[in-house]
């Protein structure tokens, strides 16, 4: 299983963004797929997860802003995020779970700053 995690950039406080996660295998064989984030010197952080089509959790600092979504005959799942703060910045990464092992994308940059 690849993923490939795109949609990031320079976005300016308060704007909107669509994160994609393009995978190479069924994703309607993966169990869950989620979104984390990194930003530099602190630890990774959950940002949302799907589980089957429906089944959604929100990290707290998203929570309200974000949705998150999957397309199984498209074999991709997206991040949609508004009102985006400059705490949002980071390098974000697309991980599922297939058979018990987990799998992440190389992830893509998010930068909140004006």
């Known amino acids: 299983v690849q993923l490939q995690a795109s949609g990031g950039g320079l976005v300016p406080p308060g704007g909107s963004l669509r994160l994609s996660c393009a995978a190479s295998?069924?994703?309607?064989?993966?169990?869950?797929v989620a979104w984390y984030r990194q930003a530099p010197g602190k630890e990774r952080e959950f940002v949302a997860s799907?589980?089957?089509?429906?089944?959604?959790k929100y990290g707290d600092s998203v929570k309200g802003r974000s949705t998150i979504s999957r397309d199984n005959a498209q074999n991709t799942a997206c991040l949609q995020m508004h009102n985006l703060k400059p705490e949002d910045t980071g390098v974000y990464y697309c991980v599922t779970n297939r058979r018990g092992d987990n799998y992440w994308g190389q992830g893509t940059q998010v930068t909140v700053s004006s």
């Open positions: 295998g069924s994703m309607s064989s993966f169990n869950w």
């Open positions: 799907i589980a089957g089509l429906t089944s959604t």
